[in-house]
């Protein structure tokens, strides 16, 4: 079985940076160390109120990421503009409320087809890789289907907020049946939201996966551990899982 990717969010190194209006800790060096330490890519999200990523940010990372860069981003004309003028190696596009602490659910594509089919035509056109960050649901992974994306994200959000072992695999069942079905209709199949340390083999071991994308649990490791051992561990699981 292959490897499964990591790519590492590097978003609350700039939460961090923000609280206290400094220039440091800088997310341009946090890529750097978690590339040396085996992130196969580096997540950001471009916030349309710029809470941590700023657009300098963006600027810089894009500019000295030496894996790839995996833009998160409404699906709004601002942020189009600006991955088309930046042009990272992927875009994933989420939902976005200004008042959420983070993202809250996958984006509704079968309510929106016909923006999302135009956001995905004109990155495209600009040489850029599109995910959809989509709930595990059948419906929207047709939709995604339709719409044109090659890549989607299953938002595993649900599975590990489970309060309880039941609801965690009745969660785990849900994303690899979507996992799958998402598969065999030949979408590439990303995952994400609140994995850590303690539930992301369950998940990395699909073997349809290509890459998990985590941030939270890495930062708050590093708080303590230091990023590169973080980072390290994370990626050992990951591959431990698909022994």
Known sequence: MSDILLGVNIDHIATLRN???????????????????????????????????????????????????????????????????????FCCLVPEKRQEVTTEGGLDVVGNEAKISDAIKRLSLAGIKVSLFIDPDHEQINAADRVGAPFIEIHTGAYADAEDEMEQDKEFMRIRDAVTYAASKGLKVNAGHGLHYHNVQRIAALPELYELNIGHAIIGRAVFSGLAPAVEEMKRLMREARR
């Open 19 to 89: 609280a206290r209006g400094t220039t440091y800790p800088d997310p341009v060096q946090a890529a750097f160390i978690a590339e040396q330490a085996g992130a196969d890519g580096i997540t950001i999200h471009l916030r349309e109120d710029r809470r941590h990523i700023t657009d300098r940010d963006l600027m810089l990372i894009s500019q000295t990421v030496q894996t790839r860069l995996n833009l998160e981003m409404a699906v709004t004309e601002e942020m189009i503009e600006i991955a088309c003028q930046t042009q990272p190696d």
